[in-house]
């Protein structure tokens, strides 16, 4: 921003240089005698280089004469303010599309899943059902336990979209089944012949598998795709008072 200061001390000098009246540069200029006031006494925070252009031609002088800046950085001021306004005609246009509105797809949400039953007598374990765009048809939702994915922004009480089946790539977060009988959310990392599921808190310590043992101990039910949070509202007793 340009010292609105310089630019009035700057403005007096070459009037009385030039032997013009605030008012005689106010008509030259194509400006208001108040504009131009605000400007010499530093009553706004910022000029647009088209004023000053029209100062400059007023004044038969030079934009730089004006601001005492170079001109190579005036006229990167004015290929910047030439860009803001392309940039603020082209939000002018689009703030009259239409937003596109997906269709919404109720998923079910269950709660802990018990071990060793298969997947279609879930159904009578549904606590809720929450509706996601574009959700895959087999899409499912669980409800997050604890602390251990805190790190890659999955809270405690969260809701995570789980797709069971498909690819799982190195380092996608999963639903693993370990034993049988153990269900956890983790990081699913492939390293050295290892297998790790790695927590994303640093109060946890990953669990480790040789690729032998996650064959016979370590089944994956899926692949977390989203988060769906809840937000909570303050109690009746929490409201603040004016």
Same mark, same amino acid.
């Given at each position: ?22 008012i005689e ?5 194509g400006i ?11 009553? @706004?925070? /910022? ?6 252009? &029209? ?9 730089? /004469? ?77 409800? @997050? ?10 809270? /405690? ?28 959310? &983790?990081? $699913? ?5 290892? @297998? ?11 669990? $480790? ?9 370590l089944q ?12 909570? !509202?303050? !109690? ?7």
């Open positions: 921003m340009i010292e609105m200061e310089k630019i009035g001390k700057n403005l007096i000098e070459l009037m009385e240089k030039k032997g013009i009246s605030q540069l106010s008509r030259k200029a208001t005698q108040r504009q131009l006031w605000n400007i010499i006494h530093g009553k @706004v925070k /910022d000029v647009r280089y088209e004023t000053l252009q &029209k100062l400059a031609r007023g004044l038969e002088v030079k934009v730089s /004469d004006i601001t005492g800046e170079t001109e190579e950085i005036q006229r990167e001021k004015k290929l910047i303010e030439s860009q803001k306004e392309k940039i603020k005609r082209f939000l002018d246009q689009i703030t009259e599309i239409e937003p596109v509105h997906k269709p919404l797809k109720p998923i079910p949400v269950y709660g802990r899943i018990p071990a060793g039953r298969p997947r279609e007598t879930w159904n009578e374990l549904v606590e809720d059902y929450i509706n996601i765009p574009d959700a895959p048809d087999n899409a499912f939702a669980l409800k @997050v336990s604890g602390d251990s994915m805190i790190g890659a922004g999955i809270e /405690d009480g969260d809701i995570v979209i789980i797709v069971p089946g498909g690819d799982v790539f190195n380092g996608d977060i999963v639903i693993a089944l370990i034993d049988g009988s153990e269900f956890t959310l &983790k990081r $699913l990392i492939k390293q050295d012949n290892m @297998v790790i599921l790695q927590p994303a808190n640093d109060n946890y310590k990953p669990i $480790l598998f040789t690729e032998e043992q996650a064959r016979e101990r994956i039910l899926g692949v977390m795709i989203g988060i769906y949070r809840k937000i909570k !509202r303050a !109690r009746s007793s929490d409201i603040l008072q004016n």
